[in-house]
């Protein structure tokens, strides 16, 4: 097999964005921009929290004894280990979630969701429900709903590659 020099090689040419997929991908990012600023603001208004919290929180509530391993809840929220850590222990300041040693792995911790931070949750998931309805479900018909859902779950998919190496949040 012979080397190719790729540096000397023509470069492709870039496969420019059309008007209307401009128009589309300006679109999104204005609009999941607003949404996550609303959410943002309406939770550090009505809950004293960001968003991403509010996540945890709702990931833990949902977990089996209200708890998950450090490692699983990042790649739930879609983050670093050092923005989970960092966010974890806010959360444990204001006696939300307590961390624990994980027995069978001397590095391995776990988050476990407290009685306070369930009794916070339930306090902020009327109003969280409220923005997000307000924002998002009021505004599309049932078809629209569907159609939203699918094509997120295809670009998630998409960025989530299950071969080994791939380049995610939580594997950082």
Known sequence: MEYMNTASAPAEEPRWLTEEEQRVWRAYVHATTLLEDHMDRQLQRDAGMPHIYYGLLVKL???PHRRLRMTELAMHAKITRSR???????LEKNGWVRREDCPSDKRGQFAVLTEQGLEMLEQAAPGH???????????????????????????????????????LPWLR
């Open 61 to 63: 509530a949902e977990s």
């Open 84 to 90: 989970l850590s960092h966010a974890v222990a806010r």
């Open 129 to 167: 429900v409220a923005a997000v309805r307000n924002a998002v479900f009021d505004r599309l018909t049932p078809e629209q709903q569907k159609s939203l859902g699918e094509i997120m779950e295809i670009v998630a998919e998409g960025l989530q590659p299950n071969e080994a190496g791939a380049d």
